[in-house]
Each structure stands twice: as structure tokens, then as C-alpha cells.
């Protein structure tokens, strides 16, 4: 499109056109671009990322905005009789415009958001801009008849620069649930009333007159600054209201914003009385007016009506009224009103170009009203279709018609040497009509086309026989979609039972083309698949939130081991849960494949198969006597769920992560049979004993066996673990236990807990990927006992009053843990062999921290019933698993 | 690198030829020679080049697409019953059906320039332009294995 502006400075000076009217050439040919592209965005659809925000923000955000950027400061220039700034900076306005505009479409479609939010940020920073030049120009100027419009544009750009804002924190997802949707409404309400219905009610005050060629009437000013002062500061509040949570303030914001659009309405409706619209653009402008007096009503009932953090979902049938119907139809109007005078030529050149943009203007409209009714009586599918084909028709028809007379002028500004002008019709006539004849059927004969290519495009799903059908339960929620992948024999028939159970809405989207209506907080749908053939793909379509993780895969049985030569599918044929099949014996949910080179997110909120244990946490006593004897061995191919729903090989002592627990007191003998049961070879080190390594230390083949007889000469809560080197690898596979060795003052306790803290690398233990991970220090999660977030969905058990000892060994391999129980402070602590508080000393303690390696208790009294967190207070690491619940009853 | 990369490379180049050889006539040869001929002769060269054009489309470019094109298909094993089939099949079959009307399109502008109708030449020639567009971007669109 720019080219087409380029051009014309090309052309020989000599018949330059002046150059207010190039520059805005230049710059409309920007807004029907984007109209056009709005139009593919409409018919590509579904084929899209985020296609609903995409075609709302390519249309607000590219074609409204550019206009309302180029045409504001336009009729500010004129109004205010004032000079034209700077085309230079202008252009650059325009451009960084656009160029964050480009940023956000693709950062929210693809992301990643930050560039989003640099977008929203250099719009924002553009908008400010503009207002300040507006500013200025207004300080600048004479006091003059139409300054008070000029305070309507700066109001807009207030605006916009408060509803980017907004969207860039939309973008990068603060505030969740609830929050979200409150940010959501306050971002549209904005935006729409602001930025755009602000700028529209200033320009109607000269343009509506000028439209139906009568003269402004009287009163217009007084009008115009009594409504300004309603609508700015109404919408301000209104805007508060809403992110503020107060339902009645946003309403009775929005009801003073209705009153001023009101008031400003008032002199529009006298310049109809004085004389009836005639034109296209008088129909069109009107129309809009009436689609905006409908929309603002229905807004004010819904915000009056509804908790702010629904009003986003309530406004969402509201869309295609205010987009197609207002938005759209003021700008399709200005344009047909405007583009001749701006294309210039002489008074029959603007007769003829009028003329063209206007041909069959009635049709149009009533197509395209036509259509805004049929969406925003939301009828079914095939009615609904047909809504959408006549706005996009009717705006299609204004596109073609706007290219051809830009083009048309571009020819006349390019004069010819040598050629003849043909006196009938002129060059333009002759020479453009049948090209773009010529282009119209090759667009038609190609898009026939690929439509024939396009269809049943799914392909070989179709020639898949149905071999049976299972229903899967599918949960939206926390930014991830479970089951995250799905796996069932080809040929199963599919049904998805979707639900959000997220406080704010998503969807599910299949690669297939199967999809569900936006779903709010709590609300189901079901989806049924074409008998399963080739691995599906599935999101949700909500802007940015495929790319915060919200991706689903169904992929047919055996797909999954061939697709990755993952150990772990070797090693776990059965790998994943049915945790949310209810009634299939084959669909699987799999666990995402940790040896797969995508980063995977651990879900810990996720539900653990049926069947899972944790590892019990409760400590017993040490058994009686002052001799022990033991056989510990070595278990490397057992797969254990080591966080929610997902299963991958350990290296254990005896099958559990930690190995078994040894109790005794100072001076008990540990007589322990260390067999290597395992795969390959492996040693054992215990740090309660005093031995020369060299032996009982030393590392054992596979089927070998040794004695490793200690005296526990010394108390405190001691780590063992395997001694074969790498040994950061044994040990993070899972390769350590506990050895207890009670203090001779040990007072009594009610309950006695143990937890082994650990850190967990996905993937195959041994593997390219977990050594990666292990040597840089980069665990996937943390671990008590063997599995993350294990006693969040199995609580440990106590009473209040009662006096819990909760005893803790940090196996590292590389990161220790500050032990914390919320709510309940320590009152003793026992770390490495002392005791660094006792019950009764006047002081406290909240944290027990140990070294990798390190041992000791905390005891403590929960004060009441209530849910108690037991958490590492290092936050990432509690957050990535090392993190339980007390459930503490009452006595 | 076997023969039928050579094949291959002939039916790419044969389009490119064709495609670009309109593209360049349209875009740069008709506005220049709009801009410096007189009337008669710019219909002289217009005649003359789509004249030559005419014939290079007969004699090479026909000849080799059909002929690369054919070798192709049957190489990949395309049958007529598989030319129905959702995915390879529907778009090498929309991809012919458009060739074809490219090539009724580039027929009848032949014809209608000798029969003295101007505009419904150009109107043609744009239509086998924009028509071919959508071939090339329809043979991007075949699956690649």
C-alpha cells in the first residue's frame, strides 16, 4: 500500500499534487490495508492463532487506530486554522504506530508477550505523544470556533494511553482468575468508549454538518463542552469502578459518560432536522450513531447488573454490534465522505471519485446492517455465517472500490510524455477497468481453487475405520490443560468432556478443526472426534494463552514410543494415568514425555494416578535391642511417580525414594547386607558410621553383595547414600535414605515425622538430558520423600496441642532447604548433633536449615485446627514441589 | 542428486519462465512501452512480444510442463482415483483444474487481441496472471514427501 504514496514523490516535481493531500493519501492507503487484512483475518479464521483477537485487534488496533491518529490531527490542523507539524514526525508517529501494533498482533498471537508488552508500550508512548502535539497546536492557535473539539481528541488519546496500559498487562498475565477479567472489561470499556467513541463524538460536531452539507448549528460549543465534561472524567470512573471491584461506581461512571455522549448527541440530532442525510456517508455515519446509542444502553444495563468480573463475558455477544456496526460503519462513512476530497484532482475528478465510492451505497449499507443485526442476535450457525458474509461483503465491495480510486489517482499523478489522453472517459477508465477485471476473475478462479485443495484437508483421518470410543475428561485450568496429552488406539472415537475450572475463560481448540464455545468459570462442553488417525494438536485460543502452556496433544497408541526414542517409554511401556478416564480401559493420559526436547512444566496441582501411596512420612520408633540387622537393595528400573501424573524410572535403595529408614540410639551396632539387585554397579556410604571407605564404601557389579557393619557412635539425623561416582547422578536418581539415631535426652513426642528432602531431574536417570540438568544445577522440581507436591494431595495427619517432631535429612545432590511450617513457629531445634533451641527457652525459631547433607528435628505444637503448609522457605524450591500440607484436627 | 532432480528442476524452471515472463511483460515491459511509445507502435511491440510469447508457451513451455509433469505424477504414483483423495490428491487436482483455465485464459487473450477487442484482452491477461499466481502458490501447498 505505501508504495503507492512513494511513488507519487517519485513523480516529476512538476506535477507533484500538493502535499497535505499526498501525505494523507499516503497514510489512508495504510487504513485500507488493514481493512484488508481485517477481511483475510475474518476468512482465515479458524486457521489462525487467537483468531478472535486477532481480527478484533487488526481491526481496532490497525485500521481504527491509524485512522484516528492520521484524521485527528488532521481536523485539528484545520479547525484550528493552525500549521501542519511536521510531516517528518508525523510519518514517525505513524509508523511507530504501526510498528507496535505489529508487535502486539504478534506477540499475543505467537508470542513471546514481552514483545506484546513493548508493543502496548510504544503505542501507549505514541498516543502521549499525539496528545502533547495536539496540546500545543491548540496553545498555539487563535482562540477560534472549534477549539473545543480539540479537547475530545486529547480525551481519546488520554484514553487509549490508559488501555494499552492495560492490555500490556493483559499480556503479560497479571492478575489471574476474577482479577483478569475485571483488567479485561476495563480494557475494552476504555478503549471503545474512549479511544474511539470520544474521537468519534468530537469529529461528529464538524463532520456530521459538513456530511449533510447545513451548517453547524447553534449552541454545537456549549453542547460539545458540557458532554466532554460528563464523558471524560465518567468513563475515568467508570474505569476505576471496574478494576477497583465496585459495581455501582462503574456503573454510575458509565452512566455520566452516557449523559455527555447524550448531551454531545443533541446538536447532531438538530443538523438532521434541518436537513435529511442524502449521501451514502450521511446513511452510514448514522447508522453508526444509532449502533453506539444501542450499544452504550446495553453496556449500561449489563455494568449495572453484573460484578465486574463477569462484565467482560456479558459484553462478549455485545462485540460484532460495536466493532461492525458502530466502529466499522463510522469509518466506512468518513472514508466515503472524506477519500475524494483527500484523493483531490479538481472538482469532476471529486465528483467522479464520490461517485465510484458511493456506487450502490444502499445496498451495501443494508447488507452490512443487515448482517450486524444477524450477529448480535446471536442465531444459529448457518444464519449466523450469513451474517458474517455480508459485512464482509459489504466492507470487501468498500475496499475494492477505495484501492480503484487510489489507484485511479495515482495514474493521474503520474503524468504521461507521448501518450495521448483520450479525451472520453479518461486513462483511468480505459486502462484500469478491465485489469481489474482481470484480477477480480483470477482472485475468484484461484480462491475456487484452493478451496477445492482445502477441503476434508484433515485427510487421513477420514479413511480411518472406527475401532471403538472412549470419553476423556479434559480440564482447563492454571494456564495448562489436563491431560496434557491423550493417547488412545487409532481408530478410537473421541469424546472430550471439557471443563474450565479456572475463574477466568478459556476454550479448546483442536488442529482437527473441533472446538468449544468460550467457556466460563465451571462450565462443560463436549467434544467428538473423527476416529483417531494421526497425532492431534490442541490449545486454547484465548490471546496468549497457547503460549503460557495451554497445549494438549492426542496422539495415537504407540505413537508416543516411536515418536521419541526416550528411555523413559522403555522403561514404562504403561507410562502415564487414567486419572481422568472414567470408564475407558485404553485411552491413556499420559504424562508429557520429560526425554522430549520441549521444556515440560510440572502441573502439581494435577491429580496423582489412582492407586498412588506416598511414602509414608510417620517415623517409628527404633525398634528394641542394640544390634540391627539389615538388608538394603538396589532397585534401578522401578518407576515411581515422582510429581502428579508423572511416572519415569529411579534408582533406589529396596524400591522406595528414600531407601529404607534405620532407627536406633548412640552405640548401636548396623549390620546391613548390601546386595546390587540392580543393572549396574552401584555402593553405599553411610555418614553415621566411622569406616575406612576403601571397603565397605567400595562400588559392587551388578548381582554382587557386602557387609557394611557400623557403630552409630554419635546422634543426629544422618544421610546415607549410594557411593558410586558420578555420584551426583546416583543421587539425584533417587539413591539415599535416613539413618535416626536418637539423642539420649530425646524427650517424647506425639507424632514423629520424617522428610527426606530431594531434588528432581526429569528424564531418564543416566540420561543426556537429567546430567545436563543435574550438572548445572537446574532441577526440574524438589521433592519431600521421593515426590513433589506428594503431601499436598495426601496431607500428613495431627491433632492441635499435640507436639510434632518433624525430622529432615537434605539429600541434595546439590541444594539444601530451609525448613518452614507456616502458621507454627518452632519452639525446638536439634541441627547436626545440638541443640540450637529447647523447649522452654524464651525464643523461637522458623526456619531448620541444612546443607545438602545435613540433618536434624523441629518440633513443634499447632495451635489450632487448621491446614498447615510444611514448606522449604527457599520460595522457587517449595514452589517446585518441596511443599506438603498438616492437617491438623482438634484434639 | 538422480534424474529426477533434473526433471524436477525443468518443470520449476519451465513455471518460473512463464510465470515471470508475465509478471515482467505486465509489470515493467506494458508500463514502459505505455509511457514511451506512441500509440501505434506500442500495439506493434505489445503485438510482437505476446506474439513471441505465444510461441515460446507452445512450443516450450507447454510441451516441457505437460511432459515434467506427467513424469512427476507418475513417479510419485498418482492415480486418477487418487486425485480425489482429501490432501495430495485434492490440491494437485485443484492445482491442474486452475492450470487449465490459466491456460483458456491465456487462449482467449490470444484471441481476442487478434479479433480487435482490447479490453477484453487485458482483462484475460490479467486473469491467466493472477490465475498462474495461484498455481505457483497451490504447488507450494503439496505436501512435500
Request: hydrophobic share 55%; charged share 15%.
Given at each position: 500500500?505505501?508504495?503507492?504514496?512513494?511513488?507519487?514523490?517519485?513523480?516529476?516535481?512538476?506535477?507533484?499534487?500538493?502535499?497535505?493531500?499526498?501525505?494523507?493519501?499516503?497514510?489512508?492507503?495504510?487504513?485500507?490495508?488493514?481493512?484488508?487484512?481485517?477481511?483475510?483475518?475474518?476468512?482465515?479464521?479458524?486457521?489462525?492463532?487467537?483468531?478472535?483477537?486477532?481480527?478484533?485487534?487488526?481491526?481496532?488496533?490497525?485500521?481504527?487506530?491509524?485512522?484516528?491518529?492520521?484524521?485527528?490531527?488532521?481536523?485539528?490542523?484545520?479547525?484550528?486554522?493552525?500549521?501542519?507539524?511536521?510531516?517528518?514526525?508525523?510519518?514517525?508517529?505513524?509508523?511507530?504506530?504501526?510498528?507496535?501494533?505489529?508487535?502486539?498482533?504478534?506477540?499475543?498471537?505467537?508470542?513471546?508477550?514481552?514483545?506484546?508488552?513493548?508493543?502496548?508500550?510504544?503505542?501507549?508512548?505514541?498516543?502521549?505523544?499525539?496528545?502533547?502535539?495536539?496540546?500545543?497546536?491548540?496553545?498555539?492557535?487563535?482562540?477560534?470556533?472549534?477549539?473545543?473539539?480539540?479537547?475530545?481528541?486529547?480525551?481519546?488519546?488520554?484514553?487509549?494511553?490508559?488501555?494499552?496500559?492495560?492490555?500490556?498487562?493483559?499480556?503479560?498475565?497479571?492478575?489471574?482468575?476474577?482479577?483478569?477479567?475485571?483488567?479485561?472489561?476495563?480494557?475494552?470499556?476504555?478503549?471503545?468508549?474512549?479511544?474511539?467513541?470520544?474521537?468519534?463524538?468530537?469529529?461528529?460536531?464538524?463532520?456530521?454538518?459538513?456530511?449533510?452539507?447545513?451548517?453547524?448549528?447553534?449552541?454545537?460549543?456549549?453542547?460539545?463542552?458540557?458532554?466532554?465534561?460528563?464523558?471524560?472524567?465518567?468513563?475515568?470512573?467508570?474505569?476505576?469502578?471496574?478494576?477497583?471491584?465496585?459495581?455501582?461506581?462503574?456503573?454510575?461512571?458509565?452512566?455520566?459518560?452516557?449523559?455527555?455522549?447524550?448531551?454531545?448527541?443533541?446538536?447532531?440530532?438538530?443538523?438532521?432536522?434541518?436537513?435529511?442525510?442524502?449521501?451514502?456517508?450521511?446513511?452510514?455515519?448514522?447508522?453508526?450513531?444509532?449502533?453506539?446509542?444501542?450499544?452504550?444502553?446495553?453496556?449500561?444495563?449489563?455494568?449495572?447488573?453484573?460484578?465486574?468480573?463477569?462484565?467482560?463475558?456479558?459484553?462478549?455477544?455485545?462485540?460484532?454490534?460495536?466493532?461492525?456496526?458502530?466502529?466499522?460503519?463510522?469509518?466506512?462513512?468518513?472514508?466515503?465522505?472524506?477519500?475524494?476530497?483527500?484523493?483531490?484532482?479538481?472538482?469532476?475528478?471529486?465528483?467522479?471519485?464520490?461517485?465510484?465510492?458511493?456506487?450502490?451505497?444502499?445496498?451495501?449499507?443494508?447488507?452490512?446492517?443487515?448482517?450486524?443485526?444477524?450477529?448480535?442476535?446471536?442465531?444459529?450457525?448457518?444464519?449466523?455465517?450469513?451474517?458474517?458474509?455480508?459485512?464482509?461483503?459489504?466492507?470487501?465491495?468498500?475496499?475494492?472500490?477505495?484501492?480503484?480510486?487510489?489507484?485511479?489517482?495515482?495514474?493521474?499523478?503520474?503524468?504521461?510524455?507521448?501518450?495521448?489522453?483520450?479525451?472520453?472517459?479518461?486513462?483511468?477508465?480505459?486502462?484500469?477497468?478491465?485489469?481489474?477485471?482481470?484480477?477480480?476473475?483470477?482472485?475468484?478462479?484461484?480462491?475456487?481453487?484452493?478451496?477445492?485443495?482445502?477441503?476434508?484437508?484433515?485427510?487421513?483421518?477420514?479413511?480411518?475405520?472406527?475401532?471403538g470410543s472412549r470419553t476423556v475428561e479434559v480440564t482447563?485450568?492454571?494456564?495448562?490443560i489436563r491431560p496434557a496429552v491423550i493417547e488412545a488406539p487409532?481408530?478410537t472415537?473421541l469424546t472430550l468432556r471439557?471443563?474450565?475450572?479456572?475463574?477466568?475463560?478459556?476454550?479448546?481448540?483442536?488442529?482437527?478443526?473441533?472446538?468449544?464455545?468460550?467457556?466460563?468459570?465451571?462450565?462443560?462442553?463436549?467434544?467428538?472426534?473423527?476416529?483417531l488417525?494421526?497425532?492431534?494438536?490442541?490449545?486454547?485460543?484465548?490471546?496468549?494463552?497457547?503460549?503460557?502452556?495451554?497445549?494438549m496433544r492426542i496422539v495415537?497408541a504407540g505413537?508416543l514410543?516411536?515418536?521419541?526414542?526416550?528411555?523413559?517409554d522403555?522403561?514404562a511401556p504403561g507410562t502415564g494415568h487414567t486419572g481422568h478416564s472414567a470408564e475407558d480401559g485404553d485411552a491413556r493420559a499420559a504424562s508429557p514425555d520429560?526425554?522430549?526436547?520441549?521444556?515440560?512444566?510440572?502441573d502439581?496441582?494435577a491429580p496423582f494416578s489412582p492407586g498412588w501411596k506416598?511414602?509414608?512420612?510417620?517415623?517409628?520408633?527404633?525398634?528394641?535391642?542394640?544390634?540391627?540387622?539389615?538388608?538394603?537393595?538396589?532397585?534401578?528400573?522401578?518407576v515411581r511417580e515422582?510429581a502428579p501424573g508423572v511416572r519415569q524410572?529411579?534408582?533406589?535403595?529396596?524400591?522406595?525414594?528414600?531407601?529404607?529408614?534405620?532407627?536406633?540410639?548412640?552405640?548401636?551396632?548396623?549390620?546391613?547386607?548390601?546386595?546390587?539387585?540392580?543393572?549396574?554397579?552401584?555402593?553405599?556410604?553411610?555418614?553415621?558410621?566411622?569406616?575406612?571407605?576403601?571397603?565397605?564404601?567400595?562400588?559392587?557389579?551388578?548381582?554382587?553383595?557386602?557387609?557394611?557393619?557400623?557403630?552409630?557412635?554419635?546422634?543426629?539425623?544422618?544421610?546415607?547414600?549410594?557411593?558410586?561416582?558420578?555420584?551426583?547422578?546416583?543421587?539425584?536418581?533417587?539413591?539415599?535414605?535416613?539413618?535416626?539415631?536418637?539423642?539420649?535426652?530425646?524427650?517424647?513426642?506425639?507424632?514423629?515425622?520424617?522428610?527426606?528432602?530431594?531434588?528432581?531431574?526429569?528424564?531418564?536417570?543416566?540420561?543426556?538430558?537429567?546430567?545436563?540438568?543435574?550438572?548445572?544445577?537446574?532441577?526440574?522440581?524438589?521433592?519431600?520423600?521421593?515426590?513433589?507436591?506428594?503431601?499436598?494431595h495426601?496431607?500428613?495427619?495431627?491433632?492441635?496441642?499435640?507436639?510434632?517432631?518433624?525430622?529432615?535429612?537434605?539429600?541434595?545432590?546439590?541444594?539444601?532447604?530451609?525448613?518452614?511450617?507456616?502458621?507454627?513457629?518452632?519452639?525446638?531445634?536439634?541441627?547436626?548433633?545440638?541443640?540450637?533451641?529447647?523447649?522452654?527457652?524464651?525464643?523461637?525459631?522458623?526456619?531448620?536449615?541444612?546443607?545438602?547433607?545435613?540433618?536434624?528435628?523441629?518440633?513443634?505444637?499447632?495451635?489450632?485446627?487448621?491446614?498447615?503448609?510444611?514448606?522449604?522457605?527457599?520460595?522457587?524450591?517449595?514452589?517446585?514441589?518441596?511443599?506438603?500440607?498438616?492437617?491438623?484436627?482438634?484434639? | 542428486?538422480?534424474?529426477?532432480?533434473?526433471?524436477?528442476?525443468?518443470?520449476?524452471?519451465?513455471?518460473?519462465?512463464?510465470?515471470?515472463?508475465?509478471?515482467?511483460?505486465?509489470?515493467?515491459?506494458?508500463?514502459?512501452?505505455?509511457?514511451?511509445?506512441?500509440?501505434?507502435?506500442?500495439?506493434?511491440?505489445?503485438?510482437?512480444?505476446?506474439?513471441?510469447?505465444?510461441?515460446?508457451?507452445?512450443?516450450?513451455?507447454?510441451?516441457?510442463?505437460?511432459?515434467?509433469?506427467?513424469?512427476?505424477?507418475?513417479?510419485?504414483?498418482?492415480?486418477?482415483?487418487?486425485?480425489?483423495?482429501?490432501?495430495?490428491?485434492?490440491?494437485?487436482?485443484?492445482?491442474?483444474?486452475?492450470?487449465?483455465?490459466?491456460?483458456?485464459?491465456?487462449?482467449?487473450?490470444?484471441?481476442?487481441?487478434?479479433?480487435?477487442?482490447?479490453?477484453?484482452?487485458?482483462?484475460?491477461?490479467?486473469?491467466?496472471?493472477?490465475?498462474?499466481?495461484?498455481?505457483?502458490?497451490?504447488?507450494?501447498?503439496?505436501?512435500?514427501?
Open positions: 500500500m505505501t508504495s503507492v504514496g512513494i511513488r507519487i514523490e517519485k513523480g516529476p516535481p512538476t506535477a507533484a499534487p500538493p502535499r497535505r493531500a499526498s501525505w494523507h493519501l499516503r497514510a489512508n492507503a495504510i487504513v485500507v490495508g488493514w481493512l484488508a487484512l481485517t477481511v483475510v483475518v475474518a476468512l482465515a479464521g479458524e486457521a489462525l492463532p487467537a483468531p478472535r483477537w486477532l481480527l478484533i485487534h487488526v481491526f481496532l488496533l490497525g485500521a481504527v487506530s491509524t485512522a484516528i491518529l492520521i484524521w485527528s490531527e488532521h481536523f485539528t490542523v484545520a479547525l484550528l486554522r493552525a500549521r501542519t507539524p511536521e510531516p517528518r514526525w508525523s510519518l514517525t508517529r505513524l509508523a511507530v504506530l504501526n510498528a507496535g501494533t505489529v508487535a502486539v498482533l504478534a506477540g499475543v498471537a505467537v508470542g513471546p508477550w514481552p514483545v506484546a508488552a513493548v508493543g502496548a508500550g510504544a503505542v501507549v508512548g505514541v498516543v502521549l505523544w499525539h496528545a502533547a502535539v495536539l496540546v500545543m497546536l491548540v496553545r498555539r492557535a487563535l482562540p477560534g470556533r472549534f477549539g473545543h473539539v480539540i479537547g475530545w481528541y486529547v480525551a481519546a488519546a488520554g484514553a487509549l494511553a490508559a488501555g494499552g496500559t492495560l492490555g500490556g498487562l493483559l499480556a503479560a498475565h497479571v492478575g489471574h482468575g476474577a482479577a483478569h477479567e475485571r483488567l479485561h472489561a476495563a480494557h475494552a470499556e476504555v478503549n471503545l468508549l474512549g479511544w474511539v467513541g470520544l474521537t468519534v463524538l468530537g469529529t461528529l460536531f464538524t463532520l456530521w454538518p459538513t456530511v449533510l452539507r447545513t451548517r453547524m448549528p447553534e449552541g454545537t460549543r456549549k453542547a460539545s463542552r458540557a458532554g466532554l465534561r460528563l464523558a471524560a472524567p465518567g468513563l475515568a470512573v467508570a474505569v476505576a469502578g471496574l478494576l477497583a471491584d465496585l459495581r455501582w461506581v462503574a456503573a454510575a461512571g458509565l452512566a455520566a459518560y452516557a449523559a455527555g455522549a447524550l448531551a454531545a448527541a443533541a446538536p447532531l440530532a438538530e443538523a438532521v432536522r434541518a436537513r435529511r442525510p442524502h449521501t451514502g456517508a450521511a446513511w452510514t455515519l448514522g447508522a453508526a450513531i444509532v449502533w453506539f446509542e444501542v450499544a452504550l444502553a446495553v453496556d449500561l444495563v449489563v455494568v449495572a447488573t453484573r460484578p465486574p468480573g463477569e462484565v467482560a463475558a456479558a459484553l462478549e455477544p455485545l462485540i460484532p454490534l460495536v466493532l461492525v456496526g458502530f466502529v466499522a460503519q463510522v469509518l466506512l462513512g468518513s472514508l466515503l465522505h472524506l477519500l475524494p476530497a483527500v484523493l483531490g484532482g479538481g472538482p469532476a475528478r471529486f465528483k467522479e471519485n464520490a461517485a465510484l465510492l458511493e456506487r450502490g451505497w444502499a445496498v451495501r449499507l443494508a447488507a452490512l446492517n443487515a448482517g450486524v443485526v444477524l450477529l448480535a442476535l446471536r442465531v444459529p450457525a448457518p444464519l449466523l455465517l450469513l451474517g458474517w458474509a455480508l459485512v464482509a461483503a459489504s466492507v470487501a465491495a468498500f475496499v475494492i472500490l477505495a484501492v480503484a480510486a487510489l489507484v485511479r489517482s495515482r495514474a493521474l499523478a503520474v503524468p504521461r510524455d507521448g501518450a495521448a489522453e483520450p479525451g472520453d472517459g479518461g486513462p483511468g477508465r480505459t486502462a484500469g477497468r478491465p485489469a481489474l477485471a482481470g484480477v477480480a476473475a483470477g482472485c475468484v478462479l484461484t480462491a475456487a481453487a484452493v478451496v477445492v485443495a482445502a477441503t476434508g484437508g484433515s485427510g487421513p483421518a477420514t479413511t480411518v475405520t472406527a475401532t482447563l485450568s492454571g494456564m495448562s487409532a481408530g472415537v471439557v471443563t474450565n475450572a479456572d475463574a477466568q475463560r478459556h476454550d479448546l481448540r483442536l488442529a482437527t478443526g473441533e472446538r468449544t464455545p468460550m467457556l466460563a468459570a465451571g462450565q462443560s462442553a463436549t467434544l467428538t472426534l473423527a476416529p488417525g494421526e497425532t492431534v494438536e490442541g490449545w486454547c485460543t484465548v490471546a496468549g494463552h497457547r503460549a503460557a502452556g495451554m497445549t495415537p505413537a514410543a516411536r515418536s521419541t526414542d526416550g528411555p523413559m522403555a522403561a520429560p526425554a522430549a526436547a520441549a521444556p515440560v512444566r510440572l502439581l496441582a506416598p511414602y509414608d512420612a510417620t517415623l517409628e520408633p527404633a525398634p528394641g535391642g542394640a544390634e540391627h540387622a539389615v538388608e538394603i537393595r538396589v532397585d534401578d528400573s522401578v515422582v524410572r529411579v534408582w533406589t535403595f529396596d524400591g522406595t525414594v528414600p531407601g529404607p529408614v534405620l532407627r536406633g540410639k548412640i552405640g548401636d551396632v548396623f549390620t546391613v547386607t548390601f546386595v546390587n539387585g540392580g543393572t549396574m554397579s552401584h555402593g553405599i556410604d553411610f555418614h553415621a558410621g566411622a569406616n575406612a571407605p576403601d571397603g565397605v564404601m567400595r562400588t559392587i557389579a551388578p548381582g554382587e553383595r557386602l557387609t557394611y557393619r557400623f557403630r552409630a557412635e554419635h546422634a543426629g539425623a544422618w544421610l546415607y547414600h549410594c557411593s558410586t561416582m558420578p555420584m551426583t547422578q546416583h543421587i539425584a536418581g533417587g539413591m539415599y535414605g535416613a539413618v535416626v539415631i536418637d539423642p539420649p535426652d530425646l524427650a517424647r513426642a506425639d507424632r514423629e515425622f520424617l522428610l527426606v528432602q530431594g531434588e528432581l531431574h526429569l528424564g531418564e536417570p543416566g540420561g543426556d538430558a537429567q546430567v545436563a540438568k543435574i550438572r548445572e544445577g537446574r532441577p526440574d522440581g524438589w521433592m519431600f520423600n521421593g515426590t513433589a507436591a506428594g503431601y499436598d495426601a496431607p500428613l495427619k495431627a491433632r492441635a496441642g499435640e507436639r510434632v517432631r518433624i525430622w529432615a535429612v537434605a539429600a541434595g545432590p546439590s541444594s539444601g532447604t530451609a525448613l518452614h511450617v507456616v502458621g507454627a513457629p518452632f519452639d525446638t531445634v536439634y541441627k547436626e548433633g545440638a541443640y540450637l533451641l529447647r523447649a522452654g527457652d524464651p525464643g523461637g525459631a522458623q526456619v531448620l536449615d541444612l546443607a545438602p547433607a545435613q540433618g536434624g528435628f523441629a518440633e513443634l505444637v499447632f495451635p489450632e485446627p487448621g491446614t498447615y503448609p510444611v514448606v522449604d522457605h527457599t520460595m522457587r524450591q517449595a514452589e517446585g514441589g518441596a511443599h506438603g500440607l498438616f492437617e491438623v484436627s482438634a484434639p | 542428486m538422480t534424474w529426477w532432480a533434473v526433471v524436477r528442476f525443468a518443470h520449476v524452471l519451465s513455471a518460473a519462465l512463464w510465470v515471470g515472463g508475465q509478471l515482467t511483460v505486465s509489470l515493467v515491459v506494458l508500463p514502459l512501452a505505455r509511457r514511451l511509445l506512441d500509440e501505434q507502435r506500442r500495439a506493434q511491440v505489445m503485438r510482437a512480444v505476446g506474439r513471441r510469447f505465444g510461441v515460446f508457451t507452445g512450443a516450450v513451455f507447454l510441451p516441457v510442463q505437460l511432459g515434467t509433469g506427467v513424469a512427476l505424477a507418475w513417479r510419485k504414483g498418482v492415480t486418477w482415483e487418487s486425485l480425489g483423495d482429501p490432501g495430495y490428491g485434492r490440491i494437485l487436482a485443484a492445482k491442474l483444474a486452475l492450470f487449465c483455465a490459466v491456460m483458456v485464459a491465456a487462449g482467449l487473450h490470444g484471441w481476442a487481441t487478434g479479433a480487435g477487442r482490447p479490453a477484453l484482452a487485458r482483462a484475460m491477461a490479467v486473469t491467466a496472471l493472477v490465475g498462474s499466481v495461484g498455481v505457483v502458490l497451490l504447488a507450494t501447498a503439496l505436501p512435500a514427501t
